[in-house]
């Protein structure tokens, strides 16, 4: 479904990602995992388009989007959930979401399906963006995003910052939209969500991918662990 | 470092010999110039004095001031109103125009130091328009409309030529002074904000008091260029105080291009002859000088000297790149 | 005590970033601030360097209150802070980054006719060497590798001789060698430059292996304080912090 | 001072507020969304103003030629804000600020000297037109009715921008789009055409405001940056980009202009100034605004 294959990003002038290859198979969940800075905030960044590849290729369901704006990525079918949420502080919770909406053939996602999944945002519809806790934010940023009709998630740091229990809830939530059959990319520093919702794994660091495979083999691999995620 | 030192004053002499040879051109123009282009230069220099105290601020502290033409003409008129009103000495007259200039700049300064990027770039404008309305409208005072006409200089420097030696050495001077302010502590510090204020705050560095400092010495310059010009030119007009003529050193410094010394000073040459050869034949300049400004920043990024420091940059890497292999 | 926080809070709007801390860093300690994303970590270190002002409580610098000072001030009396996102300057060269904070810090910045070359050679190649970027002096601030800015911050922070020092995530984005190294270098400045150190790290190895103290913070408030020892027993923080990222 | 005085100053104060406010909102919403500072915006308002007067010349129209030649003339400044946007700004976006900022002033430059060639550098003005003639009493006093019409204008602008950015969905992008363009790009909106009708939007408003002002009888060069100073007064002092700010700078910059003029004309402007500089020391983003980034 996505094919990312040796991709060089920069940010400004500095190199950040160096020969970036990974896929994501329709209906799976995969997971990017490595350190703060290790590149996967650009990486994502790289496939919706705000920070476009100097080369590589990244194909979408067989064609090139690499140089497409990123409007037209995400009306491909690309949800991107960004780590700082970037909630819109002026808009309401309800126009938060509707804001996003986009009809086509195939839509699955309305306001009612938003809320019986995130019943906590109806209770909260005529709040401002900034008056949300950092949970509610994170859904409603997940929100936003499922209203785009996406084909494939990409999900950036999803746990950033949350409490425990909180996690608890949100990964509870992203299993359900995950049963839908929606394709999700998740990256995170902090193993526990991903790994729980993932089938596959790449681990990065210093902008390169270091390993790849399996959740279990993942698990059973304690020198990547020790020393790319120092768990 | 100690090689480093060495080497650089070697090569200052290599790398400064055009520099020499421009200003003894500089000091021979009167012998094989017509009397209208010695004007022309007059009038290069003059306002590249205004470009490199703009630049100052813009290329260096990265504040741009859209009101600079306010200082400019301040200068011009304090010089003319001592002379014509006053018959104040004329030494003593250019003196008080770049006081009077760097006091405006001070009041005007405080408020628009607060601000930064395109906000202060308003506010500038603001405060610029503000002064000349003032003056405009101050009819009995400055002669409104009219302007004031009949400012003389000495006898010494009656002849343009003299005049042209006059302005010459005062705008070598006030670059020289310009270009060591830039490349001391104070001017390192001013880039340093420039390049990130926060972090430069972190260092201990109350921000709006170097802002205010760099604001009120670029207001003098500019005060400077002014009043030096107006007894060149016998008059002074409103006209010098518009957001048109603040708009001149703008262009000057992106054409030439703004994080090099001197280019303003090739920008403002540029403009100033291309007007003078321009105004032969069509009175539509502000049309042609529009166009110059799009084309430039569509086709000219980074202005002249920009431009070529790019290209020999790219060469140089390529070179490299070849003796790589 | 070289700094002392009283009670101090910082509410934005409805969320209290920071609630009722008292710690105190004794001179030429090493210590550590922990707690998860979003305790109040950076919010803290804000309130110590003057970006934020505290809504309530003490902030005392060697005695004396500096609740309601500017960062500028705070910097002239010894408080330096890097941040976690690195912040140079990227037009600038290395040398020349490390001498603004020389300049600053020896308050020449108001001499306007030297050569600012001309100024604290030594002492810049001093600090370009203990921090292992004197071969990169002229290298623009934005072409070297991330390690070397965070490096690069670092000699920047030493550049203004502070006598405490705050390290936002020093090792953030680092590969475990060059980690080490840094390590290495926190070491050495404490004991070489007698400096007091106040970091936040998420590298609980880092923290383990260098702080002599550690304080940890959790939805604002402090829930521990001790040597490593103490604070690794502590059962609170097994629960909130250590357990959590396990 | 009698009341009478006072009082037609202040609503004198209120129709050049009105007029100030159909200008500067413009000029906000454009640099609201696009953050492009748009100072050729005075000058899309003159050039409205010269055009609106030879639609107006060509039509022959007693009563209905004024309305028309406004309608008009804001079309045809929105199809010219569609090829400035299209053509040149589109292009500068990832450029930095002071570029956008140097190729707007270069606008000015070339449609201050069309203007002096196609229309030469005297005063034109149209006559005022059927109903507003006349004068309105209000209390017993006197006001030209031609100040209501402005009035009128510019509160249906104020009720119509109030409609398009808060009860739309449209209007719930735009104010997105102001916030956080990259975030509504990744969500599959087309800024780009965003950008391109809020232009357009803001050049029609700006014709307009120029059409409606021929009939108070100063149509002529230099009235583009008459105008674009007063409304950078608006914007500094309610706020860069906010509508309920554009509202109030345009109130207080009226008045202050109105009572200005009674007590020392020439200084009408400096009173302005004044009232900007209180404002920005004390809330240095103007009183809607919000600190930059």
């Known amino acids: 479904m996505l094919e990312v294959k040796e991709i060089h990003s920069y940010y400004g002038t500095s190199h950040i990602l160096f020969g970036i290859s990974f896929g994501v198979k329709e209906g799976e969940a995969v997971c990017l995992l490595g350190r703060n800075g290790a590149g996967k905030t650009t990486t994502f960044r790289s496939i919706i388009g705000l920070t476009p590849p100097k080369s590589g290729s990244i194909q979408f369901r067989g064609k090139e989007i690499i140089g497409k704006p990123p409007y037209r990525i995400a009306q491909m079918g690309i949800g991107y959930v960004p780590d700082t949420r970037r909630i819109f502080p002026d808009l309401t919770v309800r126009q938060n979401i509707l804001v996003a909406r986009r009809e086509h053939k195939g839509a699955i996602w309305d306001l009612d399906r938003i809320y019986s999944l995130f019943p906590k945002l109806q209770s909260l519809e005529t709040h401002m963006g900034t008056q949300l806790s950092g949970g509610e934010q994170q859904m409603l940023t997940v929100a936003r995003t499922l209203m785009t009709n996406p084909e494939l998630l990409l999900l950036d740091e999803p746990g950033e910052g949350l409490a425990p229990l909180v996690i608890k809830t949100m990964e509870q939530q992203l299993g359900e939209i995950k049963k839908l059959g929606l394709t999700m990319l998740i990256c995170e520093h902090n193993v526990g969500l991903a790994i729980n919702l993932s089938d596959r794994a790449y681990v990065m660091d210093k902008g390169m991918i270091h390993f790849q495979g399996t959740i279990d083999e993942l698990k059973k691999h304690e020198e990547v662990r020790k020393k790319y995620l120092m768990v | 470092m100690e090689d480093h030192h060495i080497e650089g004053k070697d090569s200052w002499i290599k790398r400064g010999w055009w520099l020499i040879l421009l200003i003894i051109a500089s000091f021979l123009a009167p012998t094989v110039l017509s009397e209208f282009y010695l004007s022309v230069l007059c009038e290069a220099l003059v306002m590249s004095l205004m470009a490199l105290s703009f630049n100052f601020l813009f290329g260096y502290m990265g504040q741009l001031s859209f009101g600079q033409a306010a200082f400019y003409g301040l200068g011009g008129y304090t010089v003319a109103m001592l002379l014509t009103k006053a018959h104040f000495n004329f030494w003593l007259s250019i003196v008080a125009a770049v006081l009077v200039a760097a006091l405006v700049g001070l009041v005007v300064g405080i408020f628009c130091v607060r601000l930064r990027g395109i906000y202060f770039a308003i506010l500038t404008l603001a405060f610029g328009q503000l002064i000349f309305t003032i003056v405009f409208k101050w009819h009995n005072f400055t002669g409104g409309d009219d302007g004031i006409q009949g400012v003389f200089p000495p006898e010494l420097l009656k002849s343009p030529i003299a005049y042209y030696y006059f302005i010459l050495l005062v705008f070598l001077v006030s670059a020289f002074i310009l270009w060591k302010i830039i490349h001391s502590p104070f001017g390192h510090t001013v880039v340093a904000m420039r390049e990130n204020s926060e972090r430069t705050e972190f260092l201990g560095i109350h921000i709006a008091k170097y802002q205010l400092i760099a604001f009120v010495i670029a207001a003098a310059f500019c005060g400077l260029a002014g009043a030096i010009w107006v007894p060149f030119y016998r008059s002074v007009a409103p006209s010098y105080l518009t957001w048109i003529k603040s708009g001149e050193p703008v262009m000057a410094a992106i054409l030439g291009g703004p994080p090099i010394f001197l280019g303003p000073i090739l920008g403002m040459f540029v403009m100033t002859f291309f007007h003078a050869w321009v105004l032969g034949f069509t009175v539509y300049w502000p049309v042609v000088m529009g166009a110059l400004i799009l084309a430039i920043i569509f086709f000219l990024p980074g202005g002249i000297l920009g431009f070529a420091q790019e290209k020999v940059r790219q060469r140089k890497e390529r070179n490299h790149q070849l003796q790589k292999k | 005590m070289l700094l002392e926080t009283q009670e101090i809070s910082k509410e934005f709007g409805k969320l209290r970033a920071v609630s009722r801390v008292s710690l105190g860093i004794s001179k030429g300690d090493i210590h550590a601030i922990i707690g998860p994303n979003g305790a109040g970590k950076s919010t803290y270190f804000n309130l110590i360097t003057g970006y934020h002002r505290a809504t309530s409580g003490r902030v005392l610098f060697k005695g004396k209150e500096i609740t309601g000072l500017p960062a500028y001030r705070r910097c002239r009396l010894g408080i330096t802070r890097s941040f976690q996102i690195t912040s140079i300057y990227p037009k600038l060269t290395v040398y020349e980054s490390v001498l603004m904070a020389l300049l600053s810090q020896r308050k020449v910045t108001l001499t306007f006719f030297s050569p600012a070359k001309k100024f604290f050679r030594e002492e810049v190649w001093g600090i370009l060497e203990d921090v292992g970027l004197a071969d990169q002096a002229s290298t623009l601030g934005d072409s070297i590798s991330h390690g070397d800015k965070k490096r690069l911050e670092l000699a920047v922070t030493l550049g203004t001789e502070p006598e405490l020092l705050l390290l936002d995530e020093p090792t953030c984005g680092m590969s475990l060698e060059e980690t080490e190294v840094i390590m290495g270098l926190i070491k050495k400045l404490s004991v070489e430059r007698g400096l007091t150190i106040l970091f936040t790290e998420h590298d609980m190895s880092v923290v383990f292996g260098i702080a002599r103290r550690i304080s940890v913070l959790h939805q604002g408030a402090l829930i521990a304080d001790g040597s490593p020892e103490e604070v690794r027993a502590s059962e609170e923080v097994q629960k909130v912090y250590l357990g959590g990222s396990t | ?293």
């Open chain 4, 1 to 293: 001072m009698s009341f009478d005085v006072l009082f037609s100053q202040f609503m004198s104060g209120i129709a050049r507020g009105a007029l100030l406010f159909l200008v500067a909102s413009g000029l906000s919403l454009t640099f609201g969304v696009l953050r492009v500072l748009n100072f050729a915006h005075g000058s899309l308002y003159m050039l409205g103003a010269f055009l609106s007067y030879s639609i107006w010349k060509f039509l022959l129209m007693p009563v209905l030629g004024f309305y028309l030649a406004a309608v008009i003339a804001a079309l045809i400044m929105g199809g010219v804000g569609m090829i400035i946007e299209f053509g040149l700004l589109r292009r500068l976006y990832a450029r930095g600020w002071p570029e956008q900022l140097l190729a707007t002033y270069a606008i000015i430059l070339i449609i201050t000297d069309l203007v002096k060639w196609a229309w030469g550098g005297e005063f034109l003005s149209i006559p005022r037109p059927r109903p507003f003639t006349g004068a309105v009493f209000l209390f017993g006093f006197p006001f030209p009715s031609y100040n209501f019409f402005i009035i009128i204008l510019g509160l249906g602008l104020v009720v119509f921008l109030w409609w398009l950015v808060y009860k739309t969905r449209l209007g719930d992008i735009i104010r997105a789009a102001a916030q956080d363009r990259e975030m509504v790009s990744a969500l599959g909106i087309p800024i780009p055409w965003l950008f391109t009708w809020i232009f357009v939007l803001g050049a029609a408003i700006a014709g307009l405001s120029g059409a409606v002002t021929a009939p108070f009888g100063s149509v002529a060069l230099g009235m583009d940056i008459e105008i674009i100073i007063e409304c950078f007064a608006v914007v500094v002092i309610g706020g860069m980009g906010s509508l309920p700010g554009t509202l109030l700078g345009a109130f207080i910059v009226g008045q202050v202009y109105a009572f200005g003029i009674l007590f020392k004309p020439e200084l009408a402007l400096a009173f302005i100034f004044m009232v900007m500089a209180v404002v920005l020391i004390i809330r240095p983003w103007g009183i809607f605004g919000r600190p930059e980034r």
